[in-house]
């Protein structure tokens, strides 16, 4: 089956600073790869999605990547804030099937 | 539209009994899938329900059980309890019947097993 890599597990940033979150996946018949964004005690919430017939998608200050043949998509946050704080999750689905697999998750701490 | 909704948010169990929680996807969502966190496996995927049909089932063992009724609200069932079980359960809804698309999550139903 499908397996979710997702590094670094803690990232530490100042406010402003940029964040990268890098995901890795195993099956190549993986085609849709959401990341969601989940605060403490809360449901986790969708934040942005990429198909694997795009290689880029943004939205305001927050874009991911995806490239296919090395198996990577990343999630960047430009400017950050306080609120972007929380734990972040990859995600990847085969076309057909509504089964997520999750990678582990990146705790993400903004530093006023 | 309201959002997914679950209930019990909360249940505390003993050992050996068993539990039944319940999730109501969005209006027009027909697709639900259940996951399972915990901060040592993190979200793991145990089911999912399209049209009253299980379409795939992960990596549990068949104490670990669901349904979806017609209106497409789903229950999944845990018997005999072990204290492993103890876990955010959360469901997932899907607005369509193919995969890649949106999954929108409630809020959870936190069990304690003791």
């Known amino acids: 089956g499908e397996n979710v890599e997702q590094h670094p597990s803690t990232l530490s940033v100042q406010e402003g600073d940029s964040a990268v979150i890098k995901c890795t996946y195993s099956?190549?018949?993986?085609?849709?790869f959401p990341w969601y964004k989940q605060e403490l005690g809360k449901r986790p919430q969708l934040i942005i999605d990429?198909?694997?017939?795009?290689g880029e998608k943004k939205d305001q200050r927050i874009a991911v990547t995806l490239n296919k043949t090395a198996k990577h998509f990343s999630l960047h946050i430009t400017e950050t804030q306080p609120e972007d704080s929380a734990v972040y999750f990859c995600?990847?689905?085969?076309?057909?099937?509504?089964?997520?697999?999750f990678g582990k998750g990146t705790m993400l701490l903004v530093s006023p | 539209k309201a959002g997914v909704t679950q209930t019990p948010r909360y249940l505390i169990k003993t050992r050996g009994q068993q539990v039944t929680l319940s999730c109501s996807p969005i209006?027009?969502?027909?697709?639900v899938s259940w996951y399972q966190q915990t901060p040592g496996q993190g979200l793991q995927f145990l089911f999912e329900?399209?049209?009253?049909?299980?379409?795939n089932k992960g990596n549990f063992p068949g104490r670990f059980s669901g349904r979806q009724f017609s209106n497409s609200r789903s229950e999944m069932n845990v018997s005999t309890l072990e204290l492993g079980d103890s876990a955010l359960y959360l469901c997932?809804?899907?607005?369509?019947?193919?995969?890649?698309?949106?999954?929108?999550f409630g809020p959870g139903t936190r069990l304690t097993v003791t």
């Open positions: 997932a809804s899907s607005p369509s019947n193919s995969g890649g698309t949106e999954q929108y």
């Open positions: 099956d190549s018949a993986s085609n849709y």
């Open positions: 990429i198909r694997s017939n795009v």
């Open positions: 995600a990847a689905s085969i076309g057909g099937y509504s089964t997520l697999t």
């Open positions: 209006s027009g969502h027909r697709s």
């Open positions: 329900y399209f049209s009253e049909t299980q379409r």
